[in-house]
């Protein structure tokens, strides 16, 4: 099976290097899919801000292989008024560019359905080219209900699509809610095979220069209210109280930085509590393969491939029911527990790091979310539209 040229459009995407790490998950299907096309062209439009933003600094126009990516940049305020006009920026930017660099497509995938899924509506519309929609998460169980003119829009956008694609069962659920008559797939997000599997625990500490004589409590998402980690934290003092060698290191870097460290002083955790900041994507492996447990305290996910990527290096999950890890998290791979619950998370982490888990069970479930896996389904998508 081999296509001709796919445009993907996508709100963020990786820079060159993989410095800017936004929608990498994005970047990282696309690998597997683009050896099915003659040419793929990515599209993520980039709002101007003075090089402050981290994408507007680092994003330059880049290519690879047969794909071609590129961060046209335009003009945005980002009040009300503006908010609600983003998706038809984005069109505009990305119109002005295929017409200014003659770019050809015979199918479009939008990541996203605001605003990335309406300007591939747009485009659909003017070039009558077949678009395919991915849902991810907050742009559909949050954007579409905040207001009416929001959910016209991704209304709009959803029933242009010849096919939505949503990464779970929870994310159906809101979709359903809508107006629209567009047919839905459910394909989960993937992990990268040949970059999480398991190494000796040993090697990844003396290569993080982490000790290896502590029970290591692993987290990693961006420090926002939404990934819990203030009550990973409070969870804490009561893990500490029930065992002394636990080591709970967070990755990540965000808003709330100076009120997680301010909380960690406060409960005299800094012996055992790590911020470490955010790390390159590559080095993600080694840290989950140097934990003993996997921890998720997500409010909300929508998947939570994180959670995906550190069950292929072995390791047990604790993660909470937030909507996206109940429909991941089977007994033989970790233990579930309510969100916002800081006693009862301690408990729970304390019971995963005694338990006794099968770790070849634990890799052999991950098999299933792989790149190549998810990717076939994907093709095959794109095959009921395009033929």
Same mark, same amino acid.
């Given at each position: 099976?081999?296509?001709?040229?796919?445009?993907?459009?996508?709100?963020?995407?990786?820079?060159?290097?993989?410095?800017?790490?936004?929608?990498?998950?994005?970047?990282? #299907?696309?690998?597997? !899919?683009?050896?099915?096309?003659?040419?793929?062209?990515?599209?993520?439009?980039?709002?101007?801000?003075? @090089?402050?933003?981290?994408?507007?600094?680092?994003?330059?126009?880049?290519?690879?292989?047969?794909?071609?990516?590129?961060?046209?940049?335009?003009?945005?305020?980002?009040?009300?008024?503006?908010?609600?006009?983003? @998706?038809?920026?984005?069109?505009?930017?990305?119109?002005?560019?295929?017409?200014?660099?003659?770019?050809?497509?015979?199918?479009?995938?939008?990541?996203?359905?605001?605003?990335?899924?309406?300007? @591939?509506?747009?485009?659909?519309?003017?070039?009558?080219?077949?678009?395919?929609?991915?849902?991810?998460?907050? $742009? *559909?169980?949050?954007?579409?209900?905040?207001?009416?003119?929001?959910?016209?829009?991704?209304?709009?956008?959803?029933?242009?699509?010849?096919?939505?694609?949503?990464?779970?069962?929870?994310?159906?659920?809101? !979709?359903?809610?809508?107006?629209?008559?567009?047919?839905? =797939?459910?394909?989960?997000? @993937?992990?990268?095979?040949?970059?999480?599997?398991?190494?000796?625990?040993?090697?990844? =500490?003396?290569?993080?220069?982490?000790?290896?004589?502590?029970?290591? *409590?692993?987290?990693?998402?961006?420090?926002?209210?939404?990934?819990?980690?203030?009550?990973?934290? #409070?969870?804490?003092?009561?893990?500490?109280?029930?065992?002394?060698?636990?080591?709970?290191?967070?990755?990540?870097?965000?808003?709330?930085?100076?009120?997680? &460290?301010?909380?960690?002083?406060?409960?005299?955790? #800094? $012996?055992?509590?790590?911020?470490?900041?955010?790390?390159?994507? &590559?080095?993600?492996?080694?840290?989950?393969?140097?934990? $003993?447990?996997?921890?998720?305290?997500?409010?909300?996910?929508?998947?939570?491939?994180?959670? !995906?990527?550190?069950?292929?290096?072995?390791?047990?999950?604790?993660?909470?029911?937030?909507?996206?890890?109940?429909?991941?998290?089977?007994?033989?791979?970790?233990?579930?527990? &309510?969100?916002?619950?800081?006693?009862?998370?301690?408990?729970?982490?304390?019971?995963?790091?005694?338990? &006794?888990?099968?770790? #070849?069970?634990?890799?052999?479930?991950?098999?299933?979310?792989?790149?190549?896996?998810?990717?076939?389904?994907?093709?095959?998508?794109?095959?009921?539209?395009?033929?």
């Amino acid at each position: 099976m081999k296509f001709e040229n796919l445009l993907i459009i996508s709100n963020t995407f990786p820079d060159k290097k993989n410095t800017f790490i936004g929608g990498v998950f994005v970047k990282e #299907q696309l690998n597997y !899919i683009r050896k099915y096309f003659k040419e793929v062209t990515v599209i993520s439009p980039v709002p101007r801000s003075l @090089g402050l933003k981290e994408d507007d600094k680092y994003c330059k126009n880049y290519s690879y292989e047969n794909v071609k990516v590129l961060f046209p940049r335009f003009s945005h305020l980002p009040v009300a008024y503006f908010r609600n006009r983003l @998706g038809d920026n984005y069109f505009k930017a990305i119109n002005k560019l295929i017409k200014k660099k003659n770019i050809k497509f015979d199918l479009i995938h939008a990541h996203f359905t605001w605003p990335s899924g309406y300007a @591939g509506a747009k485009l659909k519309e003017k070039y009558n080219i077949p678009l395919i929609i991915t849902t991810h998460g907050y $742009d *559909i169980y949050d954007l579409p209900f905040r207001n009416e003119l929001l959910r016209k829009k991704v209304e709009y956008a959803l029933d242009s699509a010849d096919y939505i694609i949503t990464v779970s069962n929870n994310n159906l659920k809101y !979709i359903n809610k809508l107006n629209i008559k567009t047919p839905v =797939r459910i394909i989960p997000n @993937g992990f990268r095979s040949d970059l999480f599997y398991p190494i000796p625990k040993d090697h990844a =500490r003396k290569k993080l220069n982490l000790p290896t004589n502590k029970k290591i *409590i692993l987290s990693i998402g961006n420090l926002v209210e939404v990934k819990g980690h203030r009550y990973l934290i #409070q969870a804490m003092k009561g893990t500490v109280k029930q065992r002394r060698d636990i080591l709970c290191i967070i990755v990540g870097s965000g808003q709330l930085k100076r009120e997680l &460290e301010k909380l960690i002083k406060e409960l005299n955790l #800094q $012996d055992h509590i790590k911020l470490v900041g955010a790390k390159p994507h &590559e080095e993600i492996p080694l840290w989950m393969n140097a934990c $003993d447990v996997f921890v998720l305290p997500s409010l909300r996910e929508s998947f939570g491939i994180v959670q !995906i990527e550190a069950i292929a290096c072995g390791k047990p999950v604790v993660a909470t029911y937030n909507g996206g890890s109940e429909e991941i998290i089977k007994n033989e791979v970790g233990i579930l527990v &309510e969100s916002k619950k800081s006693e009862k998370l301690a408990n729970v982490l304390n019971k995963a790091l005694e338990k &006794e888990w099968n770790i #070849q069970k634990i890799v052999e479930y991950s098999k299933k979310f792989t790149l190549e896996e998810i990717s076939k389904k994907i093709l095959n998508t794109y095959k009921k539209v395009l033929t």
